[in-house]
């Protein structure tokens, strides 16, 4: 993400297993590690999708344990032909891990607004 952000997200599943989330710079894709992995498996699995060119870049983010998603930032570089075409917007990511790579589920929140920036939960985890 061109603008910063937040460089990693922390989490935790519904089994108090540690995550961590961050964007891979070598492919810009969104990653999660287990941290305390109990089968001393350690190795990172992305969430998102892998598309040519890096043409989608994440940021900055909150983990929401509750409903096994994360929010993020995302610039959407796809069939952009110059930067100010880029669209930036507020995306889901599913953390559900899994090693099948045809199962990402990320989902438009927010968009047309030139800029977003760092999407927190309430308290209560009912807004954004």
């Known amino acids: 993400h061109e603008y910063g952000g937040g460089a990693i997200t922390f989490g935790t599943t519904s089994s108090s297993e540690e995550l961590i989330f961050y964007s891979d710079f070598s492919c810009q894709r969104k990653k999660v590690m287990k941290l305390n992995n109990k089968d001393g498996d350690n190795e990172p699995l992305p969430i998102t999708p892998d598309l040519e060119n890096c043409q989608y ?8 344990s509750t409903n096994n998603q ?4 995302r610039e959407d570089h796809v069939d952009k032909p110059s930067s100010k075409d880029v669209v930036n917007e507020i995306v889901t990511v599913s953390t559900s891990i899994t090693e099948d790579e045809e199962e990402y589920n990320v989902e438009v929140v927010a968009t047309g607004n ?6 927190r939960l309430s308290p209560d985890g009912t807004k954004l």
């Not at 870049?57 to 929401?64: E, L, N, S, T």
């Not at 994360?70 to 930032?73: A, E, M, N, R």
């Not at 030139?114 to 999407?119: H, I, K, L, R």
């Open 114 to 119: 030139d800029f977003y920036a760092a999407p």
């Open 70 to 73: 994360l929010y993020v930032i």
């Open 57 to 64: 870049r994440f940021a900055d983010g909150v983990h929401d």
